[in-house]
């Protein structure tokens, strides 16, 4: 990649201010691109993460316009309505993706019988496909993968190395499984009996709908009876627990490390940030958005922002954080309020005692 923040500016469609010449020859983040690359800044404040990157070339909202000085700042400033839009147009552009290789069943992976696999599909050698498998079309089965008898899966899907899918999945159409994700493992269910603690057996299955992506390490178990769902269009990012009967809605975000007791569901579009808790039965509204390290241990109304453990609507968090941060001088003034108190009450004992005198 070599070329100039000017023509940049014009394959983006965007206002440059400062050096037209100055020259790019690769893209870079914010925090890491240097003099001679590109980097872009989607926020419109603060303006201090732009002037301390030393990237020479910054591509920038338009609301950045008025407030910036690309001479100050020393830097080719290009403004559009969409920076990260424009950043990732130019890095299709310049890193496109390869072009993927159709090779079929690979010779040294293991077919159990009855097994369905459309065409256009890859079978990375070292993986296991077990009995009564369906695969559809173009679809990538990595190296290490186990793929349980009966599961089906849609078209286009992606599954990448050491993956598992316990038997009697289900798995839709361009679904993506990250590396060493589990899914269909039994739930965690027992039941004490004399002292001893017996499992719960698991018959269900999980549904895994079309678009979701599921990140490494993430474990989804099948349910008791029926399937742990997981609705069309959910992210799932790497190291999430999504325990038996769970029922995700579409379009959820669920951060590293969230973790979801027995049996929760959740409307479309939630939103769980990193370390999120949520209790068994526990049913989350529909673009309800919890902070990270929310605890939830009751139902939670839509369209709501939570923060804290327990979880609380936001306006009420910080409320309450803030008068915490008072306690100490509320403290002190509550001692002083005693002292004052006990003098008060001195005086009035000396009065009742001399008038009991006279």
Not at 113 to 126: F, M, R
């Amino acid at each position: 990649m070599q070329t100039t923040a000017g023509e940049i500016a014009a394959r983006v469609g965007g206002t440059l201010m400062g050096d037209h010449a100055r020259m790019i020859i690769g893209l870079a983040t914010l925090h890491q691109a240097r003099g001679d690359q590109l980097a872009y800044y989607s926020k419109v404040a603060p303006l201090s993460p732009v002037e301390r990157s030393t990237a020479g070339t910054i591509i920038a909202p338009l609301g950045l316009r008025s407030s910036a000085d690309a001479d100050r700042l020393g830097k080719s400033l290009i403004f559009v309505d969409d920076p990260q839009a424009a950043f990732l147009e130019l890095l299709f552009e310049y890193f496109p993706a390869p072009t993927r290789e159709v090779f079929g069943v690979a010779s040294t992976a293991e077919i159990g019988t009855d097994v369905q696999i459309g065409s256009g599909t890859n079978i990375h050698p070292g993986a296991r496909i077990g009995n009564d498998v369906w695969i559809g079309k173009d679809c990538d089965i990595h190296s290490g993968v186990s793929i349980g008898e009966g599961c089906r899966i849609g078209d286009q899907c992606e599954i990448y190395p050491n993956a598992v899918l316990y038997p009697g999945v289900q798995i839709w159409n361009r679904v993506r499984l990250h590396a060493c994700a589990v899914i269909g493992a039994d739930g965690f269910g027992y039941r004490q009996i004399n002292g001893r603690h017996e499992k719960i057996p698991h018959y269900g299955t999980v549904v895994v709908e079309d678009d979701v992506e599921i990140g490494a390490g993430t474990t989804i178990d099948r349910s008791f009876l029926g399937a742990t769902r997981i609705g069309a269009g959910t992210k799932i990012d790497n190291q999430v627990v999504v325990a038996h009967n769970c029922n995700l809605g579409k379009h959820n975000i669920l951060v590293s490390q969230v973790g979801f007791a027995g049996s929760v569901t959740t409307g479309d579009y939630v939103v769980c940030a990193g370390q999120v808790g949520i209790a068994d039965h526990v049913h989350l509204g529909e673009r309800s958005v919890f902070g990270a390290k929310c605890g939830v241990h009751k139902d939670m109304p839509p369209d709501q922002r939570f923060l804290g453990a327990p979880a609380e609507v936001d306006r009420d968090f910080f409320r309450q954080t803030m008068s915490l941060k008072k306690l100490p001088e509320l403290r002190q003034q509550v001692k002083s309020l005693e002292q004052l108190v006990l003098q008060l009450q001195a005086r009035l004992d000396a009065n009742a005692a001399d008038r009991s005198a006279a």
